[in-house]
């Protein structure tokens, strides 16, 4: 017993030594970044809550021993955890073609912070924000069917989310012209 807690406890500082260095540099790069996009905060949140691995994903719960296994809620083949639930179930991979966004993402990058830093250099500030918010939908849509047992199809998930993302910057443009500053005078109002 004493043996096996001392194991756990020197593989935890091994892992936490191993990654400390680039993990602690590009989460403060990413996060930066990630407070200046135009995104609701909700998913900002999901993305800081990933980088930190603290999600309620299968896997995570296994660890935790709140879930006995750690199958994906919707292939049930593969292990579920963050990269998996977003991004390479087969389930979704399809939506992630349709939408055709050029971060050129891949399955090795299997940490979310690495995720999000190659996005981040491989896209536009819109795509990322177009990455994150749909990442966000889909970890919604997985939290649906395992707490809710309510299974949304991923299309509708993709629709959903765009149509919030939307909202969104319609009424940050809204708030823009309503400070006035810009918005060239009718003419003969003055
Ligand atoms: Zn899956």
């Given at each position: 017993?004493?043996?096996s807690a001392y194991k756990l406890l020197s593989s935890l500082q091994?892992?936490?030594?191993?990654?400390?260095p680039s993990t602690a540099q590009e989460q403060k790069k990413m996060l930066s970044g990630l407070w200046?996009?135009?995104i609701l905060n909700k998913v900002k949140i999901f993305a800081w809550?990933?980088?930190?691995?603290?999600?309620?994903?299968?896997?995570?719960?296994?660890?935790?021993?709140?879930?006995?296994?750690?199958n994906c809620v919707f292939c049930?083949?593969?292990?579920?955890?963050?990269?998996?639930?977003?991004?390479?179930?087969?389930?979704i991979r399809q939506c992630w073609i349709d939408l055709g966004?050029?971060?050129?993402?891949?399955?090795r990058y299997i940490d979310f912070v690495e995720f999000v830093t190659i996005a981040q250099k491989n896209g536009s500030k819109e795509e990322v924000e177009k990455f994150l918010v749909i990442a966000w939908g889909f970890w919604y849509r997985s939290n649906k069917k395992?707490?809710?047992?309510?299974?949304v199809h991923p299309i509708a998930?993709?629709?959903?989310?765009l149509a919030l993302w939307s909202d969104l910057k319609q009424l940050k443009g809204i708030g823009k012209k309503s400070n006035g500053r810009w918005i060239a005078p009718l003419v003969g109002s003055l």
């Open positions: 017993m004493v043996k091994r892992d936490t030594r191993s990654c400390e200046k996009l135009q809550r990933a980088c930190q691995n603290g999600l309620p994903i299968k896997s995570n719960l296994k660890k935790r021993q709140v879930a006995l296994e750690d049930g083949t593969e292990e579920e955890d963050i990269i998996h639930a977003i991004y390479q179930c087969r389930t966004l050029g971060l050129q993402l891949e399955a395992m707490f809710d047992d309510s299974e998930a993709v629709h959903q989310t």
